[in-house]
Each structure stands twice: as C-alpha cells, then as structure tokens.
C-alpha cells in the first residue's frame, strides 16, 4: 500500500492544469455545438414532439389519460409544459426551447456529478476536465435520442452514484448533498419507475458492503418516489386506472424476442463484461475501485431493466451504455495516472479498455452522424413531404394509420394541423391484435378499433395518410372490420398522392357524420 501512495498521482503544474482544463472545456464546448446544430436543423425527435403535444392539450385542459392516451407515468409531461410555459413566456415556439431545455438539465446533472466527485481528490481535483469528459459523453452518446427520458434518468443518477462511491470509500456526505442527490435520483428513478430496482440493488451492494440502509441518500429517494405516486394516484387516477391496465394487456405488442435484443445488445453486454474485468484485475489497489464497481452494478442493473421492459429500442440501452463508457475512461484513466502495477500488466487490461471505449465511439459517431448530415444538408424527407402536402391541402385536421409516430408527431407541430386521434399512432391497434390471438377479451376491455374510429369520425380529419409498406398491418380494413361505420365514412375518401410506401388520401366535400350513426342517435334518443 506504500507503494501504491508512493505511485500516486501527482498534480501537475498550475499551468498545465489549466491547459488540460481549457482544451476539455474546447472539447465540451465541440460537442455542444454539433449537438444543437443537429438538434435544431432536424425534425424533432417523435417522441418528444408527442409529448410536447400531450403537454399542450393539458394545459389547455384536455385530461390526461382519457382524452390523450399516454401509457408513461405523468412526469414526463409535467417537465415538457416547462419549455411549453418558457416558449410562452418568451414567444418563441417551444419546439426551439425543448432540445437546449433538455441539454441544460443532463449538462446540469453532469456538473454537480462533477463538483461532487472534487472530494475525491486526485485526478477529479479538477471540476471542468472531469465535467468537459461526463458532458461530453452525456451530450454525444444519445445522437437523435437526445432528451428521452432514460436521457434524463442517467443524468439524474450520477450524483447519487458519485456519492454512493464515497459511501463504499468509507466517506459521509454532508446531508444537504445527500438529501438533495436523494431527491434528484428518485425524480429520475420516477421518470421510469422500474428503475427503483436499479437502486435497491445499488443497496445491496452496500449492504454487502457493511453500510447501514437507513442512510440519508437512499431513505430521501425512496420517500420521494413514494411522495411521487401518491401525487400521481391523487392527481392522475386515469393514470392508475386506466394507462397501466391498457399498457399491461397490449404494449406487449412491440416486444421482441430475447434473442433478437441479445443480439442488438452485444456491443453492450461486451462492454460491461470488459469493465467488470477491469474492475475484478484492480479491485484492491485502485483508488476509483468503489467508484468504478458503482457505475458496473448500475450499468449491469440497468441492462437487466431494458430486458424486462422487452423493447429493442437504442434509448432503452442509454443509461447502461453512458454509465459503462464512464465507467471504462474512469479506469484507464485512474490506472495511467497511478500505475498501480508493473506496466507489463497493464497491456492486456489498457487494450482490453482502448478497444472497448473505440468501439462506443465509433456506435456513437455512427448514430451521430446522419443526423449532422442531415442538419448541414436539409434533405426532404418523408416527415418535411407530409407537412408540405398538409400545407398545400390547406388541412386542418389530419391523421396517419401507422405505427410509425413521426408521421403524425413532429408533422402536427410544425403545421398546427389538428390530430384526429387520442392515441399517437397506431401501436395500440396493432397491441390489440397481438393481444386478441391468445385473449378475444381483450377486444372488449380496450377496443382500440372502436376508438380509434370514433375518434375518426368525430374528428373528421380532412387528410389521412395510410402506411402501405410491406408489411404494414392493413389498418383500414382492421377498423372497417371493428366499426361498419368507419367503413361508410371512409369511402368518402379519396386518394391523392403515394410517396416513400404512405398513401395520401382527402375527405370529399361531404362531412364525416354517418347517416346510420344518426339514424341510431336519433333512435336512442327517442328511447
């Protein structure tokens, strides 16, 4: 242990500090620029723009859950009304406030990760290199996923991770940064609550450890979880009552099987394995073991939530993938400043790290890069057709039958054109047929045909666009099939344009109230 104090890192010259913070703040800097080149010349995310939607349609009074079908716990749509409300504030489209709203708060959760970490001293005694290389990773690894909510989560965990490290050290926070790191690791543990689990296993751990539970940062997190779901059960009821039932019975629809996640899942599962080896081969003498161990269980924790939740979706992946990449420059980076063994040791190891942190890098700029090209180099794609297509038609109301949410979510915000629907897509349609082949019940208790046609005829949407690509379920017929209604409206109307698989199709002059729905009106009323 001499040696190792011996061996330890020893600052360098203020002057090389401050060039070493200066050229990682440039390489910060880097990143935030190509990040809100890209997020502000692009379509915004779909997902973000539907909840931007949803966000809207309730501080206009629409009730969430009933008039809007939204199966995520309400979190997500109290934080968009904030840059809805800024935008309002300010007069400015929300949609130019949300992406910098959503890079303040990760850049946000990174620097107090950052501050925290200073206690540590050594190679952390520097706030703005630490902060440049988690800002950086935060703002590049995400590419188009930038702002969902495992975005958020992961930034909101590192705090709480930072100090959980100390912890393990033998280190007692003050109680200030305890219950505020609490409080911020259970509002993003509530953004997915399934991640509760992640932290009673990050417990467990100290519990092996030999720390007590009833420390301040755990207990403050699981109240505030627990302050959360009281607040959703008290004002959101539909939440409880109504999006979990539904999501329970029919989001299974867009699972895949293990397998294939497995296999989308490799470069990950490879990463996490390499820093746990490094973990395991430095675990005695390397002074960020704790720190290390820390981001390993919380990434192998998360992975393990992503294969419950069963969806092959990359976003599902962020808050392992950022915490194993840190996890991985954290080792080699405490490893080379200290040398705590023979060099010799250390070829296989470093390789094993350099290759593991290239091959991120390299996914990374993959994603990355098409949405860079595509800001440099405006192409017109499916999304910027439809919303041209929806502007020369003089649409006010408009629809899309596809799974695929981007035709209707950012196309809807960026033409103001009505959604004749409750639901964003059509994903709930196609959860109730894979639900109907091994439950017909299900058709009874959520009848998504139905309502997906009432709400069709009650919108009386004057465009629809139709998904026709190879296999794209026939939603027309599904509905026609569901609602007889349905079908007599929709023969009124008639296409007018085919581009990228989508047909385009207009409402004729005659309006969308069925003369049999009348009919039947008028009969129950006289009833």
Known sequence: MNEVRARAFDPATPARRAAVAVASMLLLCAALSIMLFAAMRTPLKDDIAWLLYVARRWMAGRELYVDLVEINPPLIVWLSAIPIQLGSWLGIDPQRIAMPFFIAAVLGGGWWAAALLRARGGMFSDRLPVFAVIGSVLLVVPAADLGQREHLLVAAMLPYLALFAGSLDGRHPKWISASAAGVIAGIGCALKPQYAGVLVVLEGVALLRGLRPWRVMPIVAATTMAAYGLAVAVICPAYLGRAVPLALAIYGGTDVTFLQLLVDSALLIG??????????????????????????????????????????????????????????????????????????????????????????????????????????????????KLEQIVRN???????????WIALGFPVVNNTGVAWASRFDSMWALKGELWRARFDPATSKEFPVARWVAHDFIAGCPDLAVVDTRVGATDYIGVISKADPSFGRVWSRYKKIAVLDGLTIYRRGKAGCIDPWVAAEARTAALR
């Open 271 to 384: 990463g996490e394995i390499v820093a746990i080896l490094l973990w395991r081969h430095a675990r005695r003498d390397l002074p960020e073991r704790n720190l290390l161990l820390s981001l390993v269980v919380f990434a192998a924790a998360s992975t393990v939530v992503c294969f419950v939740d069963g969806k092959d979706w990359f976003y599902h992946r962020l808050p392992a993938t950022i915490a194993t990449i840190l996890a991985l420059l954290c080792w080699a980076t405490s490893t080379w400043l200290h040398r705590h063994t023979e060099s010799r040791n250390l070829r296989l190891p470093m390789a094993m790290a350099a290759v593991a942190t290239i091959v991120f890098g390299v996914a990374a700029y993959q994603r990355l890069e098409p949405e860079v090209a595509l800001a440099v180099e405006p192409e017109f794609n499916t999304v910027q």
């Open 393 to 403: 038609e003089h649409a006010r109301t408009y629809i899309a039958f596809s799974e």
